[in-house]
């Protein structure tokens, strides 16, 4: 079974910086591209980035583009999320998902279970 | 970007009642659909992708249908772990976009 395990949120201060990893087994790792999918206390479900298979496209949304980098390492299995200058509007729970389909016909699946990121004075 | 209008934001129904959830895009996605089921403190689940196929594992009594603009969600008979709220999601277009969310409650 695909696994997919998310660490590195915390309380940050705004304008602060935090990296999150998401740490993935059980199938081809570079053969897939990965994102990542954010939710807000009580709020529903924002699409965030997104990486290929190779590392060699990047997507953003347009409301952290300048200010989060998403990476992967294919030799770790690990996908990254490097968030600067955030705001108290990025408090979220942050998802890795597996991005998977065609162009156009693409889905998440699987998960990961989620890290909060909380951010605040 | 595309905005995906899911109706209602709230049912109240009981168990093995019939549940037939709406997603409507600003344009059309085709049927580049998926669905997603979340429970209270979980990461989403896959249910449907391309408007109509069952994700591994997703029972039968979870349908969708639809195409262009107009998309379904029907749970044929609803079972108590199905309590849940459900999301609409499309990636016709970039950015990726994601619906508002039917929360299915108990009545």
């Known amino acids: 079974e695909v696994q997919l395990l998310e660490s590195g949120g915390a309380l940050v201060q705004p304008g602060g910086s935090l990296r999150l990893s998401c740490a993935a087994s059980?199938?081809?790792?570079?053969?897939?591209?990965m994102s990542w999918v954010r939710q807000a206390p009580g709020k529903g479900l924002e699409w965030v980035s997104a990486i290929s298979g190779s590392g060699g496209s990047t997507f953003y949304a347009d409301s952290v583009k300048g200010r989060f980098t998403i990476s992967r390492d294919n030799s770790k299995n690990t996908v990254y999320m490097q968030m600067n200058s955030l705001r108290a509007e990025d408090t979220a729970v942050y998802y890795c998902?597996?991005?998977?389909?065609?162009?156009?016909?693409?889905?998440?699946?699987?998960w990961g279970q989620g890290t909060l990121v909380t951010v605040s004075s | 970007e595309i905005v995906l209008t899911q109706s209602p934001a709230t049912l109240s129904l009981s168990p093995g009642e019939r549940v037939t959830l709406s997603c409507r895009a600003s344009q059309s996605v085709s049927n580049y659909l998926a669905w997603y089921q979340q429970k209270r403190g979980q990461a989403p689940r896959l249910l449907i992708y391309?408007?109509?196929n069952r994700a591994t594992g997703i029972p039968a009594r979870f349908s969708g249908s639809g195409s262009g603009t107009d998309f379904t969600l029907t749970i044929s008979s609803l079972e108590p772990e199905d309590f849940a709220v459900y999301y609409c999601q499309q990636r016709s277009d970039w950015p990726p976009t994601f619906g508002g969310g039917t929360k299915v409650e108990i009545k």
């Open positions: 059980r199938f081809p790792f570079s053969n897939y591209a």
């Open positions: 998902a597996k991005f998977v389909g065609t162009s156009g016909l693409n889905w998440f699946d699987p």
């Open positions: 391309g408007a109509s």
